[in-house]
């Protein structure tokens, strides 16, 4: 989830000059079963799976880098990831072919050309995450995977109103897991929503790029808004504070969906 | 998810008249991962997990009995059940302590006092199912659990010109799993909607009681109609035929949710 413009982490992921075709790839995952996206010795991962499921098709040297590094548990309805191969397929048949290969817990929902080179997360102009809140009485079976259960009442006018004060450019630090470890700690906010839809509430962010942890410590802060602990005007404050042991709890994993990488 | 009046399997899990408290329990769950309702050796069913949990909770004698036999993997977001057992407990404190038992798959979303000898099933005037298919070209993974992929263009108008025929009162058999082991084929179908919502579609049936398999059976020939394999007047024919060898095939369970009971 963080971006990062010159991370030496990234050095493995990153297209190899001598690999001749490059695909634009979008895609869906559940992210339940897997140890987030980022590939991990050890422990199953979106983007270790799909390289695997790469490797299978094209065999030699594949690269894949992904514009958001999503954390366990974090789903995707639209990331875009570029894929680097030695490929003469076109990318229908990419689709199809690492469709085939991937678990259903994954898919590839849409293939394109990419010019060689094609960078997701670095061309990315910005992102735009969900995060679901199951507000019920009693937590919902059938939102398990995908919310978070808050339930007692939540002031969803106050929720709207602390989090409109984040709207615009910003040093989000306070909202960061590890500000220390990160390149550029400002971002642009463009939109913060909150709708009720009967018990379900639904947070959603627009950024040009967000930090480590950032939606779910936003989410996590808004809520103390919320449930009446903190006045609307406190998340003004964390965010002018730079620290983050000014803000609230960080939201669990499985309620946040990245819903698509903007271009 | 067959209606039974005289159902000598149901002789097990008839109220007691020994049992001198009886509970109006609404349940919601995640079919995935339950051999259905009705409780059976060496399965793990919603209503054996739910006697379980109860017979914890009481110690002696319990009954409980479900509105509807939910199939394997049919899911619910208001099961009515009938709860009979020898108790001093207030509802409220019933539903917490059974929720406290039961895996987070099974939920009571509501529990009140009912007269002594509540009989869930025989008193339900209605259910309403809804059933949902996953019209995009690519199955999603968030639905996986929940929606029937079916690719490809479906004719949303043809489907509910197809389904008004089944509006009122008719014998259904054409569209039970095994007519014959059915007391009394005929139904009262009072409502058939079809959605969409972006690559959603949702069919919903309510019913004043409905035959083994039957919204699955009616939904798989529904989308006969719907990919244009057979034209709108065909559902009519099959209703007529009262011949199960003329619909089309049944549709997969866990595209099935049972909304609610109607009292």
Redesign the interface.
């Known amino acids: 989830m963080a971006d990062a413009r010159a991370d030496p982490r990234d050095a493995a992921a990153a297209p190899a000059l001598s690999l001749r075709r490059a695909y634009r790839l979008v895609l869906?995952?559940?992210g339940t079963g897997f140890h987030g996206w980022q590939i991990q010795p050890d422990a199953v991962t979106v983007q270790g799976t799909l390289l695997a499921a790469a490797q299978r098709l094209f065999g030699g040297d594949v690269r894949v880098i992904g514009a958001s590094r999503t954390d366990a548990g974090v789903?995707a309805?639209r990331q875009t990831v570029a894929l680097a191969a030695d490929s003469d397929h076109p990318a229908a048949t990419v689709?199809a072919a690492l469709?085939a290969h991937l678990p259903?817990?994954?898919?590839?929902?849409a293939a394109a050309d990419a010019p060689v080179g094609f960078d997701a997360r670095r061309t990315a102009r910005g992102k735009r995450y969900l995060y679901l809140i199951d507000n019920?009485?009693?937590?919902?079976?059938?939102l398990?995977r995908?919310a978070w259960h808050v339930p007692g009442r939540l002031d969803l006018g106050a929720m709207r109103t602390a989090l409109a004060a984040l709207h615009g450019t910003h040093d989000c630090s306070a909202f960061c897991a590890a500000p220390g470890r990160e390149v550029e700690p400002t971002c642009r906010l463009r939109a913060l929503h909150v709708r009720r839809r009967k018990a379900i509430v639904a947070v959603s962010l627009s950024a040009d790029r967000f930090l480590h942890h950032m939606v779910r410590n936003i989410v996590g802060s808004a809520l103390e808004v919320g449930r009446g602990a903190r006045p609307p005007g406190w998340l003004a404050e964390v965010l002018a504070s730079r620290d983050r042991t000014q803000a609230g709890p960080t939201a669990p994993a499985h309620g946040l969906?990245l819903v698509r990488v903007l271009y």
């Open positions: 869906a995952y559940d789903h309805l689709q469709n259903r817990e994954i898919r590839v929902v019920g009485t009693v937590v919902s079976p059938l398990l995908w969906t």
